[in-house]
Nanobody, 119 residues
């Protein structure tokens, strides 16, 4: 079992910043990719950003230039720095990790953290 725990959500004014963190724990041999997804009310979950073990990143067009994903592989932790936040960034943000436990692959999700952008 691999567990993911997110933190750092909250209420912020438009134009503000937040930093999300997600720590993975459990039986982990390696993590191939970690990422952030979000789901707004009434909408499907969508990709925000991903980062591979080699450091390659991928971003949704809607967040390019405003959000930055990074990871600390030694701590099995991924971060999402969110700047210039807009009301349309309001959503529950979920962390995801895919990797290997040593006895098989895993794909895990966190419980989600609420981000609300409002004046």
């Amino acid at each position: 079992q691999v567990q993911l725990v997110e933190s750092g959500g909250g209420l912020v004014r438009p134009g503000g910043s937040l930093r999300l963190s997600c720590a993975a724990s459990g039986t982990i041999l390696s993590i191939y990719v970690m990422g952030w997804y979000r789901q707004a009310p009434g909408k499907q979950r969508e990709l925000v950003a991903t980062i591979t073990s080699g450091g390659s990143t991928n971003y949704a067009d809607s967040v390019k230039g405003r959000f930055t994903i990074s990871r600390n592989s030694a701590k099995n932790t991924v971060y999402l720095q969110m700047n210039s936040l807009k009301p349309e960034d309001t959503a529950v943000y979920y962390c995801n990790a895919d990797g290997d436990t040593g006895s098989g692959s895993f794909g895990s999700w966190g419980q989600g953290t609420q981000v609300t952008v409002s004046s």
